[in-house]
Structures are given as structure tokens and as C-alpha cells.
């Protein structure tokens, strides 16, 4: 974000945590570069390589695809379904004329605090579901191609949510609990964000729990396409 309407005071709060910041990442580069040369990398590569160059599939991949598409895609999206992130429920989001100090007045901060972990849970499914789908893109129809769209949408969405949380929370874990008291600018900035977004997830989360739309998300993968099917997973 930019910081040129920040104050003095809080500009100098924020140059003591991105200089916390600056130390943790080279702490954590120091050490991811201590994996990537270590033996057991080393020893990844090598394997992942070795099946590269002679793959091993399950029998299974013998099958055509059109004919099996539907017993691999279904389940990973009943699991979407299922996922208790759905039943999370938050208070609504402000009127759009509302204040940003007026956020402090309702219970979206402490229901997301409350929810954060399992809301950040299902954006790693739809993150699962999204690149699962996006494969199989030229097996279906423009409607599923949409669909897998709409996951990549709710997929940024809880990740934007997510981030604006760490975010706070890395605040806190550096100026403080009462940060937002040394850096009201930011803090107004960032619980704006948060409603906003949740403006945007609060239809999209009643339509996944609509039984007439999770019908049809089922349906949709059900009918593959059979004509010029392209080949199989394994010849």
C-alpha cells in the first residue's frame, strides 16, 4: 500500500516492522537455500527425474479419458462441498455509505479472527480444486471452462482475506496488541479491506450452499465430452 498519506509518526512504527520484516525473510531465505543444497533435495530430484524419464501409471490410466473424468473430478469437488468454511457465518457486511470507524462497531473482526484458519483452509482446496480442473479444461464445455474460472475468483478471494489477517497479525506480533492505536491509518485501511472483500464473498458463499446450484456444479462434470476426445492418460 502506499504511505505517502501517512503521518511521521506512523511512518517511522512502519520502518521498525518492515525492518523486523526484512530480517525474517533473510533468516528464512538463509535457511530455504541450506534445503536446496542439502542431500535430501538432492536425492528428490533425482527420483523425480528417474520417474520422468520412465513413468509408472495405475492401471487405471489404460482407460479413456471421457470415461474416467467424472470418478476423478467428483470427488475432489464433494470435498470442496463438505468443507466446513461454508458454515461460517459473519456478520454483514457494512452499508456502502458507512464509515470506515464505523467497522470497529460490528462483529466482522472478531468473527474473522475467530474463522480465519478454517476460511484459509478452504481457499487451499479451492486452490486443489482450481488446478485439478483447469487440466481438464479441453474436455468439457464452455460451462465448466467458467466454472473453473469462478474457483481461480473464490480461490484470490479468500487469499487477499487471508493476507490482510497476516498482515495484522504480523503487526501485532511486532508493535504490539495496541498497534493500531501508533498506526490508525493502516489499521482503518486494512479492517476497510476486510469488508470489502467480505462484500464480495457473502453472495458467492450462499450460492455454493444453494441446493439447486450444487446440483448443477455436480451435473457439470458428469458429461465429458465424447467427440474427438483427445487421447487417453497412457498409451
Known sequence: KATSHL??????????ATSDLARRRRKHAKRMLKILKGHRYSRFVTKLQQWLDQPHFQASAEWP?????????????????LHPGWLTVIAQPLHPTAQVGDLRNTQIEGDLNRYGEVLHDLRKQFKRVRYQTEFFVPFYDAAYAKQTE????????????HDSQVQGEFLENTLGRFWPEVLPSVSDRLQ??????????????????NPVFRDQLRALLLH???NDTPQPLAS
Open 224 to 226: 465429458p465430452q465424447s
Open 150 to 161: 469462478e474457483f481461480k475468483v473464490l480461490q484470490d478471494l479468500l487469499g487477499e482475506l
Open 7 to 16: 503521518a511521521t509518526s506512523e511512518l517511522q512504527c512502519l520502518e521498525v
Open 65 to 81: 479419458i471421457a470415461l474416467v473424468l467424472p470418478d476423478l473430478l467428483s470427488p475432489l469437488v464433494n470435498r470442496l462441498l
Open 192 to 209: 476497510q479491506d476486510r469488508s470489502d472483500l467480505w462484500q464480495q464473498w457473502l453472495p458467492l458463499q450462499q450460492k455454493y450452499l
